[in-house]
């Protein structure tokens, strides 16, 4: 979740809790991109950062928000369930509040050996609490998220209920590192 104070966004604490994995000169890609928020925390870490999202009024407003933070961020408007990807190796490739089970293998390999994948997104019990996504299709099962990550080594992952800004979200969070010795692989 990416809350909003003052006018500005304030990355998911996920997202703040592993900022320091980030160094500069890395290559991040951010997939679902939104308003810009992680794209622009890395960039303020030094990193070389691509950011996607297939809206491309809030690339618009990212791309403000980035001149005002003096950062550049690559954006990119593609629609990710169908369009390529950024060309990778990427030494971080991050996605928060996006779903897309079919190209999960793809958004792995753009990961260098070494690299890490980050994600955060709600799971199915969001629905009871009246508010996120609804539908399956965005949502995911207990457990699911660590069989998504496939070969990668889960570094670190939870599911909870947790309150931000007043709201209770239920997300699966996930940190996982491709090892060193595994090749590129063809998405």
């Not at 320091?20 to 308003?35: F, K, N, T, Y």
């Not at 990961?111 to 965005?138: C, I, K, M, Y």
Request: charged residues 25%; hydrophobic residues 45%.
């Amino acid at each position: 979740m990416v809350l909003v104070s003052g006018g500005r966004c304030i990355p998911s604490t996920w997202f703040r809790w592993h900022a320091g994995l980030i160094e500069p000169g890395m290559r991040v890609l951010d997939l679902a991109c939104g308003s810009g928020c992680h794209a622009i925390a890395a960039a303020q870490r030094g990193a070389s950062v691509v950011a996607v999202d297939s809206d491309e009024a809030q690339l618009r407003e990212a791309e403000r928000a980035a001149r005002k933070a003096g950062v550049v961020v690559q954006w990119e408007a593609a629609d990710l369930t169908r369009e390529p990807l950024p060309e990778g190796p990427f030494d971080l490739v991050m996605q928060f509040n996006y779903l897309d089970r079919a190209r999960f293998p793809e958004f792995l390999a753009v990961v260098a050996p070494g690299g890490f994948f980050e994600a955060e997104t709600f799971l199915d019990r969001q629905r009871e609490l009246g508010w996120g996504p609804t539908s399956d299709e965005h949502l995911l099962r207990p457990g699911e998220l660590w069989s998504l990550v496939g070969h990668f080594e889960v570094v670190l992952a939870r599911e909870v209920h947790e309150t931000l800004d007043g709201r209770t979200r239920a997300v699966a969070s996930i940190l996982a590192r491709r090892l060193p010795n595994d090749g590129l692989m063809e998405p």
